[in-house]
């Protein structure tokens, strides 16, 4: 369970005010169609996240050992302080296929998340936790947590919502988090 609730806390406040959440807005004002979004959003984020959890497992079968467990801390610490950044939804991520809200956001989602910071710390999860199952359940949870809302009230939310001081709790959680891992790989 604790691989449950901590992917899922993780995930849901990093993801506030990230590029996905952006283009969560953007998909939901083009199309005015929520439902097929969601389901957009959760096919894509399961895809995405369950390679990432496995790709982190694999590599901590891999490597394992105590200089690997502190390159996991450290990258919690990298995601705290990334976290940090707001992101933007540059021009060229902007959602351009007109096949229909449902196929659009199942592509967009799953290309924009590559590399983005809540795949990196799905990845850092399930080489921290060794259960992918429990792990991309846990982080797709999040991905909705913060996604559903931004689909349903778009714009309205954004502006009612401090982004910032979200993104400094994400940031103390990952930090707190990497601190908690690198002393008991160091203890």
Known sequence: ???????????????????????????????????????????????????????????????????????????????????LV????????????????????????FLVEIGDKTQVATIALGAQFDAVLTVTAGTTLGMLIANVPAVLLGAKLVERISLRAVRLAAAALFVAAGGWMLWAALA
């Not at 969560?24 to 005015?32: K, T």
């Not at 984020?45 to 901590?60: D, P, R, S, V």
């Open 86 to 109: 707001p992101d933007r939804l540059d021009e060229d991520e902007q959602p351009k296929d007109r096949r229909g809200a449902f196929l659009t956001t199942l592509v967009a989602f």
């Open 1 to 83: 369970m604790e691989a449950f609730f901590t992917s899922t806390a993780l995930v849901a406040l990093a993801e506030i005010g990230d590029k996905t959440m952006l283009l969560a807005i953007v998909l939901a004002a083009r199309f005015r169609r929520p439902w097929p979004i969601v389901a957009g959003i959760l096919l894509a984020t399961l895809a995405n996240h369950a390679l990432a959890a496995l790709l982190g497992q694999q590599a901590a079968h891999w490597l394992a050992g105590e200089w690997f467990r502190i390159a996991v801390a450290a990258s919690f610490i990298a995601m705290g302080l990334w976290t």
